[in-house]
């Protein structure tokens, strides 16, 4: 049976600051048509998250989206009301079906979480979005979790799958004790705002000692109720900016849950972060 090795030195890699990736097939910008997938397997992804970083709410369909902390912990919210957070040795499932919504972030802000996420192609789409997730730790004795391993070549040949290997697994869940916590204890209500968002950019001038979290921090705090995400998108020393400086580019998502905000309420809110960011570190708006 002929056999591909791929090292991992000759993975994608994604560097975006607050996100080291890898990418064993096609993923993003990495694109090599010789490892697009491997039968259902479409992304295998080795992922480092920055702390306090992470995915905002982005929308997946017809994919089964398998998450396994290596180190670290990562929060986990969707749309279908799910709140939770996995460590090493958890194992999360989602089957996306029809459509979901969903988020992912560091949970920690002083260490960063390395995270293998895999996608598997569905055997049947338009099914009901589901989500699971399970921890290792809480496996019964003497009974298997799962198993993972390389289908015969026979069995390839029966149901017709044109790829010279191919690699299965099958996660026994009845085999894991739920938690002494479920998942309803750990999680609260996701709330879905139905009016328009709408997303400001913003570049402070800061000291080099001051951190990207500082003002993640500080800006999330300026009214939660209208603030729903903070992102850093670039951070900057060189030219134009002052000795002992950098510029720290931010994206601010505002929406409320009562009403459409009409530009006089988005320019007072703007107004508010920069005084606000200005007040408490020191920094100045970059024009």
Not at 246 to 275: F, G, P, Y
């Amino acid at each position: 049976m002929k056999k591909i090795f791929h090292s991992s030195s000759s993975r994608g890699d994604a560097n975006h600051g607050w996100l080291h990736a890898k990418h064993s097939f096609s993923f993003a910008n990495y694109f090599d048509p010789e490892r697009i997938q491997f039968g259902a397997l479409r992304v295998l992804n080795d992922d480092i998250i920055a702390p306090g970083m992470g995915f905002g709410s982005h929308p997946h369909d017809n994919m089964e989206i398998i998450t396994i902390p290596l180190e670290g912990a990562l929060e986990h919210k969707d749309s279908m009301d799910n709140i939770g957070v996995i460590e090493a040795d958890d194992i999360q499932v989602m089957s996306a079906g029809t459509g979901v919504f969903h988020s992912e972030y560091n949970k920690n802000k002083d260490k960063h979480v390395n995270l293998l996420q895999l996608w598997v192609l569905p055997k049947e789409k338009n099914v009901k979005p589901r989500y699971d997730q399970k921890s290792l730790k809480e496996l019964k004795k003497n009974q298997i979790a799962a198993y993972f391993g390389e289908i015969h070549p026979n069995i390839l040949k029966q149901i017709d799958i044109k790829t010279e290997s191919l690699v299965g697994f099958e996660i026994f869940m009845e085999n894991l004790e739920l938690p002494k916590k479920t998942l309803k204890d750990l999680k609260v209500k996701f709330s879905f705002s139905d009016y328009q968002k709408s997303e400001r950019d913003f570049a402070f001038i800061v000291n080099k000692e001051v951190k990207a979290q500082d003002l993640i921090d500080t800006i999330s705090n300026v009214d939660e109720s209208l603030i729903k995400d903070v992102k850093v998108f670039d951070v900057y020393e060189g030219d134009n900016i002052p000795e002992n400086r950098k510029s720290i580019a931010i994206s601010v998502t505002i929406q409320s849950s009562e009403r459409t905000l009409n530009e006089n309420d988005l320019e007072k809110i703007n107004n508010l972060i920069i005084k606000t960011v200005e007040d408490k570190t020191g920094a100045k708006i970059r024009s």
